[in-house]
T-cell receptor, first 113, second 114 residues
């Protein structure tokens, strides 16, 4: 069993749709949760980071963490063609200020006009 | 400013060449990273430097040699690479303040080994 599971998709939605991206994890030591967006042939871009359970909103993006279920989500409202990219969840255990991120496999999202 | 810069953007090298990848950040982060990413895969950690000291080496072959000259710079020296080493090489830096942890990536160097 992988430490972080993410549905690779691909996911195709019409413009304006609400997109839900999800990851599950198995290690209770994970404390820091991040979502990255990666366009083709570019580096990952940090979209959201969260620590505690609950919701965090930034514009059209909402990150949700449920530590009791070991489940994290990213919601994209009013999706745009420019949101078409690969979305990676990344999780880090607590402790040191540096350390290994454990990534999901990434979900490929296409938003068509 | 959350920018991590990397040079060069593209690199083609033969198996007998020696080359270096460079990374720079001016966010005051004290941890810096090298990752390797193959197509349609997530980034794979190679090395971590914390306060300019090598803290993690993920059993990377010795043909990859990292160097951290100062807190803002990170190099990756390449020698005698194999074609399977062709990939996107990503640099990253991070900081943690209590509940906040952020790791930022550079745009990457696309390496082709011929």
């Amino acid at each position: 069993q992988k430490e972080v599971e993410q549905d690779p998709g691909p996911l195709s939605v019409p413009e304006g749709a609400i997109v839900s991206l999800n990851c599950t994890y198995s290690n209770s030591a994970f404390q820091y949760f991040m979502w990255y967006r990666q366009y083709s042939r570019k580096g990952p871009e940090l979209l959201m980071y969260t620590y505690s359970s609950g919701n965090k909103e930034d514009g059209r993006f909402t990150a949700q963490v449920d530590k009791s279920s070991k489940y994290i989500s990213l919601f994209i409202r009013d999706s745009q063609p420019s949101d078409s990219a690969t979305y990676l969840c990344a999780i880090k255990a607590g402790g040191t200020s540096y350390g290994k991120l454990t990534f999901g496999q990434g979900t490929i999202l296409t938003v068509h006009p | 400013d959350t920018e991590v810069t990397q040079t060069p953007k593209h690199l083609v090298m033969g198996m007998t060449n020696k080359k270096s990848l460079k990374c720079e950040q001016h966010m005051g982060h004290r941890a810096m990273y090298w990752y390797k990413q193959k197509a349609k895969k997530p980034p794979e950690l190679m090395f971590v430097y914390s306060y300019e000291k090598l803290s993690i080496n993920e059993s990377v072959p010795s043909r990859f040699s990292p160097e951290c000259p100062n807190s803002s710079l990170l190099n990756l020296h390449l020698h005698a690479l194999q074609p399977e080493d062709s990939a996107l090489y990503l640099c990253a830096s991070s900081q943690r303040h209590g509940d906040i942890y952020e790791q930022y990536f550079g745009p990457g160097t696309r390496l082709t080994v011929t």
